[in-house]
């Protein structure tokens, strides 16, 4: 009877082995963790980066944001560029209202795409409008989805798509453009430090 019982611990160690492989594989920054690989529309996607979000000259800590490319790259060009599935995950560690949120977008878009503003304008009001307040621990979602335009989720909950291939490039300047949020958040999107 000796033999099923150390078979069986074996296979337990085995699998608890395995699930610390699992975990080990995983990045962090400030606490937050994120898988290496997910499967978006049937592809697998690779951890391009982890950046930290910081607001006001009191440099509070908003968001920890994920990049996931199917071919990791620090060219912000190539990620803007490139017709391939994009997806974004912001994980929040601190309370935003509607209203920040909001404000948020519409100074990400008038930096990243002034010059399209006007074209954008309906689908930038369709964006602010799902806001509500997101508190720490929710987790907002974008996907790009080359030929559709920005798919939107909200601790896993699809609210919508916004269509077009020029609102998803303006949608991703936000971070990787010009004029970032803060640099050290689009460096470490693009593969620096989480800093």
Same mark, same amino acid.
């Given at each position: 009877?000796?033999?099923?019982?150390?078979?069986?611990?074996?296979?337990?160690?085995?699998?608890?082995?395995?699930?610390?492989?699992?975990?080990?594989?995983?990045?962090?920054?400030?606490?937050?963790?994120?898988?290496?690989?997910?499967?978006?529309?049937?592809?697998?996607?690779?951890?391009? +980066?982890? $950046?930290?979000?910081?607001?006001?000259? #009191?440099?509070?800590?908003?968001? &920890? !944001?994920?990049? /996931?490319?199917?071919?990791?790259?620090?060219?912000?060009?190539?990620?803007?560029?490139?017709?391939?599935?994009?997806?974004?995950?912001?994980?929040?560690?601190?309370?935003?209202?509607?209203?920040?949120?909001?404000?948020?977008?519409?100074?990400?878009?008038?930096?990243?795409?002034?010059?399209?503003?006007?074209?954008?304008?309906?689908?930038?009001?369709?964006?602010?409008?799902?806001?509500? +307040?997101? $508190?720490?621990?929710?987790?907002?979602? #974008?996907?790009?989805?080359?030929? &559709? !335009?920005?798919? /939107?989720?909200?601790?896993?909950?699809?609210?919508?798509?916004?269509?077009?291939?020029?609102?998803?490039?303006?949608?991703?300047?936000?971070?990787?453009?010009?004029?970032?949020?803060?640099?050290?958040?689009?460096?470490?999107?693009?593969?620096?430090?989480?800093?």
């Amino acid at each position: 009877m000796r033999a099923p019982i150390i078979f069986a611990s074996a296979a337990l160690l085995l699998s608890l082995g395995m699930a610390g492989t699992a975990s080990a594989a995983d990045r962090e920054c400030d606490g937050v963790s994120f898988p290496e690989h997910i499967q978006v529309g049937g592809e697998t996607l690779t951890l391009n +980066g982890l $950046g930290l979000r910081k607001a006001t000259i #009191f440099n509070i800590k908003v968001y &920890v !944001g994920a990049l /996931y490319l199917p071919h990791p790259t620090a060219d912000a060009n190539t990620i803007l560029a490139s017709r391939e599935p994009v997806q974004l995950e912001l994980r929040f560690v601190f309370h935003a209202t509607a209203g920040q949120l909001r404000s948020a977008w519409q100074e990400g878009f008038e930096k990243s795409a002034p010059h399209q503003l006007p074209q954008l304008k309906s689908r930038i009001a369709r964006l602010q409008g799902w806001m509500t +307040g997101v $508190g720490s621990g929710q987790r907002m979602t #974008f996907v790009r989805v080359p030929g &559709v !335009g920005i798919e /939107y989720s909200l601790d896993g909950t699809p609210r919508g798509t916004i269509a077009g291939d020029d609102f998803a490039t303006a949608f991703l300047a936000i971070w990787l453009g010009s004029s970032p949020p803060n640099p050290q958040l689009r460096a470490g999107l693009l593969g620096g430090p989480c800093e």
